[in-house]
DNA sequence: ATGCAAAATTGCAATGGATGAAGATATATC
DNA sequence: GATATATCTTCATCCATTGCAATTTTGCAT
C-alpha cells in the first residue's frame, strides 16, 4: 500500500494538488461561478477532459481534504479506550475533529476562513459540503455502533450522532452568523457539543429500565 | 394580499401546478436525470423558458410544498402555550412536523413515499433537500429564541434544534437503509426525537448554576 | 534496449441546464 | 378602448458534464 511510489503515482498526485491549488486561486480571485473549468484545466496546462478524472465536479475541487477528516474521525472512533463509554467516545472523536478543523495542519487559518467564506457564498458549494457532512455522519454512525457492540442500536448510535453534529454545525452557523469571530465560533460550536453530550450522557441510565 | 384574486393570478397558480403535476410524473415515469426541461415544458405547453421563471431549477420542483411545511412549522413555534417550555415547546413542533410528512394532507402516502425514493436516488435532490433541512432549522432556531425571551440564547436554540432535527434525520435514515418500512422509519424519527428531547429537557436544571 | 499491456491524457462532439435580451401577447386599470 | 404592466415566447449563448476513440505515457518483463 505505502511503497515507493512510482513516477506514475507522483504524476498523479502532483497534476491533482496543482488542480487544486489553481482552482482555489482562481475562486478566490474571480468567484467560483465566474471560473471556468477550461481556465482552471489551462492554468495547470492540462486539457479540460483531464480535470473530470481526478474530480467529479467544480464543486468536489473545494472538499478535497473531506476524506481524509472523515478518515481521522473514524480512526478515533476505531482506537475506542478501555472503559471508555460509547457517548465518550464519540466526544472525543467530536473534539478531535474541532480541535483539527480549527487548528489543523492542512492550511492557514486563513485559507480555512476563505474556504468557509466561499462555501458560504456559492449554494452549489452548500449543498455540496451537507452532502458530505451527511454522509460523513452515516459513516460515523455505523462506525460508533461498530465500535460498541451490545451497548447501543443503529438508530440510537445515529441519533447521537446526529443530535451532536447537528447541534455542533447550527450552532457554529448561528454564531458566525451574528457576525462572530473565527474563535467565538468555535466556542459555540464546543458548547453546543459539550450540551449535547451531557444530555446524551445523562441518558444512559435510563437506558436499563423497562421501557 | 387575499383579494379576489385575478385572472392572472389564477393562470399562474395553474400553470404552476401543471408543471408540478407534470414534472412529477414524468420524474416517476422516466426518472429525474432522464427528463428534460424541455419535455416537460411540451407537456404543459409552455416555453420552456418559462419553466425557469417558475422554478429556479429543475430540482425546485420536487421540493414545491416546503415553504409551506415550514410555515407550519413556524405557526407551532410561535403559538406557544402558557407554561410551556422552550423544549416542551420545540417537542411540540417536531411531533406536529413528523405527524405532517408523515400522515400529511397533501397527497397520498403512495405519492410521498414514491418522492423519498426520488430524492434517495437523485444526489442532486439529497444535496437540494439538505440545504432546505438546514435553512428550515436556522430559521425555527431564530423563531424559538424570539418565542421564548430570556430563557435561552441563540446558540443554545441552534443546538437544541440542531440537536433534535439532526438526530430525527439521521435515524430515518439509518432506519430506512437498512430496509425498514414506512412505519418503522416514523418510530425511529419518533424515538431520537423523543430520546434527543429527554436529554435535552434533563439539562434545563443545571442552567442556573454558575458556570 | 525493446515490446507489450495497462493507465492516463487528449480532442471532439453532443447533451442539456441555465441565463439574458427583445419583442409579442394577455391582463389589469382607468 | 387606451395604456401600463405582467407574462410568455423566441432566439442566442454560455458552460458543466459525459461518451468515445485516438494518442501518449508508464510499468514491467523479456
Redesign the pocket.
Known amino acids: 500500500m505505502s511503497d515507493p511510489p512510482?513516477?506514475?503515482?507522483?504524476?498523479?498526485i502532483r497534476?491533482r494538488n496543482a488542480l487544486i491549488d489553481a482552482s482555489l486561486r482562481l475562486f478566490d480571485e474571480k468567484g467560483f461561478?465566474?471560473?471556468?473549468?477550461?481556465e482552471i484545466?489551462a492554468a495547470v496546462?492540462?486539457?479540460?477532459?483531464?480535470f473530470?478524472?481526478?474530480f467529479?465536479?467544480?464543486?468536489d475541487v473545494v472538499f478535497y481534504d473531506n476524506e481524509a477528516r472523515v478518515a481521522e474521525a473514524l480512526d478515533v472512533i476505531a482506537s475506542r479506550r478501555p472503559g471508555e463509554t460509547a457517548i465518550d467516545l464519540l466526544a472525543r472523536a467530536a473534539r478531535h475533529t474541532v480541535d483539527r478543523d480549527f487548528h489543523g495542519p492542512e492550511r492557514s487559518p486563513e485559507s480555512a476562513a476563505r474556504r468557509e467564506r466561499l462555501i458560504e457564498s456559492v449554494p452549489a458549494l452548500q449543498a455540496r459540503a451537507l452532502r458530505l457532512l451527511f454522509d460523513t455522519q452515516r459513516r460515523v454512525a455505523r462506525a460508533l455502533y461498530e465500535a460498541c457492540p451490545g451497548e447501543l442500536d443503529p438508530v440510537e448510535a445515529a441519533a447521537a450522532v446526529g443530535a451532536l453534529v447537528g447541534a455542533a454545525r447550527l450552532a457554529a452557523m448561528t454564531s458566525h452568523d451574528s457576525g462572530a469571530s473565527w474563535e467565538e465560533t468555535r466556542a459555540a460550536a464546543q458548547r453546543a457539543i459539550d450540551i449535547t453530550i451531557s444530555g446524551l450522557a445523562s441518558l444512559r441510565s435510563r437506558e436499563d429500565e423497562p421501557g
Not at 6 to 12: A, N, V
Not at 56 to 59: D, G, H, L, Q
Open positions: 512510482g513516477l506514475r503515482e507522483r504524476k498523479k497534476t461561478d465566474e471560473t471556468t473549468i477550461a484545466a496546462d492540462v486539457s479540460p477532459r483531464t473530470f478524472s481526478y467529479t465536479s467544480k464543486e
